[in-house]
């Protein structure tokens, strides 16, 4: 459906109310219940059980009865149960990902990508070795280092990929051997319930819940004294409020946040090349991705041209209901978000930038708001200071190298950010110096289950995959030996 097609009344669509918590291996309902919308359309579509503090308690005792015997299984258990878990991912796959680009918007592609990617981002975390260290082995004496479980880990997750950014966690706790309980954003509840339906199978009686609610059972699960370690997704603001609320238990975290990655694009490039790659990297998820591009610095003698070549491709780009297999750009995710970019669109409209291409928003029925590019941007603007988190991207003129690295680390965001350059060694050079999690040259938003992913500054606290990130979901222990 495109954005200016007339919506059915919202009466005459059938709700969806198939949905469950998981609790304690039982899938239940509760007296609370979320609505969630289409952005599509701006209707409700399905509805959902709510937890309440109930259902939160009752789930956090599971886990912990359910934490020794899971934390003795053998790793090799564990990695068949999270094997089991990809297994059902892609066995799933095509009704996962209608549920998810119903509730979330993206294009349906993408969303088989998201669930495919889920999938494979945990079969590869759960191959990882995490072995003890020994840090003195002498004849008198023997040091060594060993991991262990926390208990029970809490998965916070927002609605921009709600599959994909519950997997890592999720195997991250349960392959080191914490039970885990997943609280989806309440924007997006559904393809994660559907998800712990089938994982009921999958992993013993109280190893895994699913709760869906509102930000106050974020809230209380921070504050819960039976949870052990909280993995969040999402704002930096509320990234703010989990940790500050995590200090009254002392629970470990980890904090995944917001960006304003900048891609600095230097005079070398071959613009024709890399103009459908960067615009890839800032638009696709209609620009509601962590480490999208949001801000890029092109030099002098590209500006002009790099600028063409981006609208060209805002230009060409199909955007639509993500059901309709044509489109390749969804709605924005939720009404506070459309309007959010909206006021950000109007402050770049009033400081008289240029607007390349999009900027005519169509008030229909659903969320939809054209890819837009803008020039000529002051420094000083929202579109540049803020996470817009939205489908409209400013390119900004730098001269000097050294200035355009400034102005890239001028900010409290430092979850990634990218060089674009003929040479990559050149590239590499100025990417280190980029303070960030994650800087890539001539790519942006590669990540893969190997490599830690995390951001520096106000994007976060901790990393998420690889080692590193297996490693934040245990305690270490010396064991110091006299002999
Ligand atoms: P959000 O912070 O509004 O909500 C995220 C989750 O936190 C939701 O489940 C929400 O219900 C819950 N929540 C809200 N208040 C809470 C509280 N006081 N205590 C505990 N939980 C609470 O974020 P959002 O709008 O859903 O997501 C968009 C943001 O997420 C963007 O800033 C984006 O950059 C960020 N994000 C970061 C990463 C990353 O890996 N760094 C990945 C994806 C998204």
């Not at 979330?104 to 592609?109: N, R, T, V």
Request: proline fraction near 6%.
């Amino acid at each position: 459906m495109s954005a200016t097609e007339p919506v059915p009344a919202a009466a005459a669509i059938p709700r969806r109310a198939d949905f469950t918590l998981l609790i304690d291996g039982e899938r239940v309902g509760s007296s609370g219940q979320l609505d969630v919308i289409n952005p599509a359309t701006g209707a409700v579509f399905a509805h959902c059980p709510a937890a309440g503090r109930a259902e939160l308690d009752r789930a956090v005792a599971a886990a912990r009865r359910a934490f020794p015997a899971w934390r003795e299984r053998s790793v090799e258990e564990r990695r068949l149960a999270i094997r089991r878990m990809a297994g059902a991912l892609r066995d799933n796959q095509a009704s996962l990902a209608e549920l998810l680009t119903l509730e979330q918007g993206k294009p349906l592609a993408q969303a088989r990508d998201e669930i495919a990617r889920a999938a494979t981002q945990s079969e590869g975390m759960a191959q990882i070795a995490i072995d003890p260290e020994v840090l003195v082995d002498e004849p008198a004496r023997r040091i060594e280092l060993k991991y262990f479980p926390l208990g029970v880990a809490g998965i916070i997750t927002p609605w921009n990929a709600p599959i994909n950014l519950a997997a890592g966690p999720l195997t991250s706790a349960l392959y080191t051997g914490n039970t885990a309980i997943v609280k989806p954003s309440p924007f997006t509840p559904l393809t994660t319930l559907a998800l712990g339906a089938l994982l009921a199978e999958v992993f013993p009686p109280g190893v895994l819940a699913v709760l869906a609610g509102g930000d106050e059972l974020g809230r209380w699960m921070t504050e819960h004294p039976g949870i052990d370690k909280i993995s969040f997704t999402g704002s930096v603001e509320t990234g703010k409020k989990v940790m500050a609320s995590c200090a009254g238990t002392l629970k470990r975290v980890t904090l995944e946040l917001g960006g304003n990655d900048a891609a600095i694009v230097l005079e070398d490039v071959d613009v024709k090349a890399i103009a459908p790659k960067l615009f890839f990297a800032a638009f696709v998820n209609s620009g509601q991705v962590c480490m999208a591009v949001k801000r890029i610095y092109a030099h002098e003698h590209i500006y002009e041209a790099l600028c063409a070549a981006l609208a060209a491709e805002a230009r060409k780009a199909r955007i639509g209901s993500g059901l309709d297999p044509a489109s390749e750009l969804g709605p924005i995710q939720n009404r506070e978000q459309f309007e959010r970019v909206l006021g950000i669109l109007e402050d770049t409209r009033r400081r008289g930038a240029r607007i390349l291409a999009g900027g005519e928003v169509p008030r229909g029925a659903g969320y939809f708001f054209p890819p837009t590019i803008v020039a000529d941007i002051d420094e000083a603007s929202r579109l540049v200071q803020e996470e817009q988190f939205g489908p409209i991207v400013p390119v900004l003129r730098f001269r000097d190298v050294e200035d355009a690295l400034k102005r890239a680390n001028d900010t409290r965001y430092g979850l990634s950010g990218s060089v674009w350059s003929a040479d990559p060694e050149r590239g590499a050079a100025i990417a280190a110096r980029l303070e960030v999690g994650t800087a890539w040259v001539n790519q942006h938003r590669a990540t893969s289950a190997t490599v830690p992913f995390g951001g520096a500054k106000e994007s976060g606290l901790g990393r998420q995959y690889s080692l590193l990130g297996l490693k934040s979901y245990m305690e270490p222990r010396v064991i110091s030996v006299l002999k």
